[in-house]
């Protein structure tokens, strides 16, 4: 498995996408993101994908991409998981600009986080599936600091 920060693209041979409507991992290079939904109807954004608007009731939706960084909410470290799942991992919720409050695994130590941090989205194993293979998606990491060159 390769990471590829710069871009945000992954690659991963023989694993398998977890919950596509949630995450978008473009072909053409570009970085992944978060897919939240706006109602065609009354523009209430979501985050996943509700059946119906929570605002108006309505049917229709397109996709907005979210933002790749956010603030650390809270977090906290858990020790017992359900099958194909390494313990002890780290969960959180990451508030982003959108107004929106995503539940995720967190990418690091305990010791490498605190409320209120920058993070930002990665892509990455999750766990392994019932076939023992990888199961790709979404979780954030400690964001690391933009350089700016003169």
Do not use: N
Not at 24 to 33: E, R, W
Not at 53 to 64: R, S
Not at 68 to 76: A, D, K, P, V
């Amino acid at each position: 498995m390769t990471d590829k920060r710069a871009s945000g693209q992954q690659a991963f041979s023989g694993s398998q996408l977890f919950h596509p409507d949630l995450l978008a991992l473009p072909a053409d290079g570009s970085p992944a993101y978060l897919k939240a939904y706006r109602c065609t109807a009354c523009g209430q954004l979501d985050f996943p994908r509700p059946t119906v608007c929570t605002a108006c009731w309505g049917e229709m939706f397109e996709v907005v991409p979210l933002s790749r960084r956010g603030t650390l909410y809270s977090f906290s470290e858990i020790h017992v998981g359900q099958a194909g799942m390494q313990t002890p991992y780290l969960i959180g919720y990451v508030d982003l600009p959108e107004h929106l409050r995503v539940f995720a695994q967190l990418q690091g130590a305990p010791a490498d986080f605190a409320c209120d941090d920058v993070v930002e989205l990665a892509v990455g194993p999750i766990r392994t599936g019932s076939d023992g293979m990888p199961l790709i998606s979404y979780l954030f990491r400690k964001a690391t600091p933009h350089v700016f060159s003169a």
